[in-house]
């Protein structure tokens, strides 16, 4: 099933299944608990990132190409850093380049992102994919000189500006997607192909990054996690390719559909 998550014209938020036709039907419930999808069909006035997540929990460097083109050799374990929930973006709703904290080199990195559905602590590598709820596009947007020049050795600083998370279009449940890294996934800015490669790449496998993150850590229900981003990203092209305003940015990956969101600048 796909769903999503919008507005209505009275500005109340909801969930709906996407339906083959293209038709939305009016989901009542908890997406964590019980729910129904029902037969009364709706019109989004907005479509919304698919998850308000509570937490987001991100994996660096999580392809074999992608640390190869980072001239970094691949890490022994997962290598985590966090975005606030602030960074969250709609689909159709336009990426910011900082302004008053400037940066000039933002950056692109498409991503298959996991929604846990529920809570859970301690979790093996066998039993993690039981407690995803489902998947859905992301665009781990990355200021690359807050992350490596000015960030003081972390990266949250240059992951974590407003708009550079953004999610969707829906989110699938799990049950559509029984192995994630089967997935192929890309980036297109502006019409041209950017990134193209598929999850099979990982250096650590989705219920390898549950099991991990749940060690001694309780992950929320809305736990959203970012798996990593395949070869291709901007800063590692020669000459480099950072967003620019008036850019508009596609993250794609099959099964799921693309998320586009325009790029503008911050008002100074």
Known sequence: MKVI????????VRHASLQP??????????????????????????????IAPV?????????????????VPPPERPILFM????????????????RHLRSDEVDFECELAVVIGRRCRNVSREKALDFVLGYTCANDVSARDWQIKWGGSQWCRGK???????????????????????????????GQVMQDWSCDDFIFDVPAIISFLSGSTTLLPGTVILTGTPHGVGFARKPPVFLQPGDSVTIEI???????NPVMAEEE
């Open 160 to 190: 974590t500006f407003d708009t550079f998370a953004p999610l969707g279009p829906c989110l699938v449940l799990k049950d559509e997607i029984p192995d994630p890294a089967a997935l192929k996934i890309r980036t297109v800015l502006n």
């Open 55 to 71: 937490n987001i929990l991100c994996i660096g460097l999580n392809y074999r190409r992608h640390a190869a083109e980072s001239n």
């Open 254 to 260: 099959d099964k799921i559909g693309a998320l586009t």
């Open 83 to 98: 975005k606030a929930t602030t960074t969250v973006q709609n689909p159709g709703d336009p990426i910011i380049l900082p």
């Open 5 to 12: 998550r919008y507005q209505t014209a009275e500005g109340h």
């Open 21 to 50: 036709d293209g038709t939305s039907r009016e989901i009542i419930g908890d997406l964590f608990g019980s729910f129904e999808v029902t037969t009364n069909r709706v019109t989004p006035h907005k479509l919304l990132a698919p």
